[in-house]
C-alpha cells in the first residue's frame, strides 16, 4: 500500500480531487467509483471546483456508486442517489445517464444486484475506486463477517454502522436495516484505490486495516493485497 499522509482534511481531499482528476485526465471516459459518507464531501467540492475551472470535464466519465439504502427512495434526502445529486453531479459536467447507484427501492432487491453486476461487467473494470472505511473496518457496506464477499449484495447493517450513520437520520428507528453494495471481490477488481482517512477516531481501526490480520472480520484489511492502493489519511488518523 502506497501511503500519503497529509496535514487536515482539506489537505485530504486535494490530494483525492487531484489523483481523480490525473484519473480523467488521461483516460476521459474512466470508470469511476465514487462513495459516500463525510469523507469525501471535501473532494467532491475540489472536483466541482477544477470542472468549473475547466481543468476537468465528466463529460464521459462512468460513475459506479459503492452502494444505497434500502428502502430509501432516490429523493430520499437520506439516499445516496441525493448525496451524490448534492455533493457533486449537479455541479459538474456530467451526462446523468452515465451515472449508476444501486435502486435501493427495488421491488425485487436480488434482480437490482444482479443487474448492477450485470453493469458492472459490460463496462470492463473500474479504473479508480473511492473507498472509505467505517469504524468497524467496512467497505462500501461489507460489514465484518465470516466471509469475503464477492459480488453486490443484500447487506444487513451492523449494530455499530447502524449507531453511527443514525446521526444523518432524523431517527434511530428510520435508519435503515439493510443496504445494497457492491461486493469485496467488486471492489478488489478495480484496477486503482484510494482509501481516504479522515480523523483520529479511524485511528485503530486504519491501523488493523494496514498492518492487522487479513481478515473479513476487518473487511478493508484484505486492500493490502491489491497491487494499487493508495492510502490518503490525515496525520491524526495513526495510533
Ligand atoms: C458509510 C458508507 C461507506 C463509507 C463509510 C465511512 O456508511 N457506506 O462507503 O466509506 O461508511 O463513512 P464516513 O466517511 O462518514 O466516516
Keep these: 500500500m502506497k501511503l500519503i499522509t497529509v496535514k487536515d482534511y482539506d489537505a485530504m481531499s486535494e ?14 471516459n474512466s470508470v469511476i467509483g465514487f462513495s459516500t ?22 463529460k464521459n466519465v462512468v460513475p459506479f456508486n459503492l452502494d444505497e ?11 445516496y442517489v441525493y448525496y ?32 448492477y453486476d450485470a453493469l458492472l461487467e459490460r463496462y470492463g473494470s473500474i479504473d479508480l475506486q473511492l473507498v472509505g472505511i467505517g469504524q468497524n473496518g467496512h467497505i462500501g457496506f461489507n460489514e465484518p463477517s465470516d466471509t469475503f464477499s464477492d459480488k453486490t449484495q443484500i447487506a444487513k447493517l451492523s449494530e455499530n ?8 437520520f432524523r431517527s434511530a428507528d428510520a435508519m435503515p436495516q439493510f443496504a445494497i453494495t457492491m461486493g469485496v471481490g467488486d471492489i478488489m477488481r478495480a484496477k486503482r484505490i484510494i482509501l481516504m482517512v479522515n480523523g483520529a477516531h479511524k485511528a485503530q481501526i486504519l491501523d488493523k486495516v494496514m498492518h492487522g490480520e487479513i ?22 488518523a495513526f495510533i
Excluded at 483525492?16 to 476521459?28: G, N, T, V, W, Y
Excluded at 454502522?161 to 444523518?168: C, E, G, L, P
Aim: net charge negative; with cysteine.
Design 37 to 58: 459518507g463525510s469523507t469525501p464531501t471535501g473532494t467532491y467540492k475540489q472536483l466541482t471546483a477544477f470542472c468549473a475551472q475547466g481543468r476537468v470535464s465528466f
Design 161 to 168: 454502522t447502524r449507531a453511527v450513520n443514525a446521526a444523518h
Design 84 to 115: 451524490m445529486k448534492e455533493n457533486l453531479f449537479d455541479h459538474i459536467d456530467i451526462d446523468p445517464a452515465n451515472t449508476h447507484i444501486p435502486n435501493g427501492a427495488a421491488e425485487d432487491l436480488e434482480a437490482e444486484c444482479r443487474r
Design 69 to 79: 439504502y434500502v428502502g430509501l427512495a432516490p429523493d430520499d434526502p437520506n439516499s
Design 215 to 236: 481478515t473479513p472480520q476487518v473487511p478493508a484489511s484484505i486492500l493490502q493485497r491489491h497491487d494499487d492502493v493508495t492510502v490518503i489519511a490525515t496525520q491524526d
Design 15 to 28: 490530494a483525492a480531487a487531484e489523483i481523480i482528476m490525473r484519473q480523467i485526465d488521461s483516460k476521459p
